[in-house]
């Protein structure tokens, strides 16, 4: 038991992680669990919003919610991923559109990982906490 805290302890990492999503109950709820576990988190309510952040800051970790109001998430992350060719952040998509053609678009797009809404919390960390840069 105690070599897998220890293990733990050793994989999580604490990032700068912007989340992008237009439901502002979700979007908090979310960030608070990520400050709990030490990450600093910035919000966007949209793409436009969103996009200009991550050009401007640096960030390990982007989430972004695929049906923004302005920006759809596909097109914020193709964005991105052109425009921060050095920097790649680890880019995770969420949505609550589960079938195979939307996680398949996602990945097409430049995100790393496709997750449904409701989000399970421990998996989200778990996939945060284990990435390494390239």
């Known amino acids: 038991m105690a070599e897998a805290r220890k ?13 992008i999503d237009d439901n502002l109950d979700f979007c908090s709820t979310l960030a608070t669990i990520l400050e709990l576990e030490g ?9 436009s919003t969103g996009i200009a952040l991550a050009r401007s800051e640096l960030f390990d970790v982007i989430i972004c919610d695929i049906g923004l109001p302005d920006v759809d998430g596909y097109d914020v992350i193709e964005q991105l991923r052109r425009d921060l060719n050095t920097a790649r952040p680890l880019a995770i998509a969420i949505s609550g559109f589960s079938q195979p053609q939307d996680r398949a678009k996602a990945l097409l ?5 496709y997750m449904t809404k409701p989000l399970q919390g421990s998996n989200l ?5 284990t990435w390494e840069p390239a």
């Open 39 to 47: 990450h600093q988190v910035q919000m966007r309510p949209d793409g």
């Open 7 to 19: 293990l733990e302890a050793q994989v999580t990492k604490y990032r700068r992680i912007l989340i």
């Open 125 to 129: 960390l778990k996939t945060i906490g």
């Open 109 to 113: 797009a430049g995100f790393d990982h």
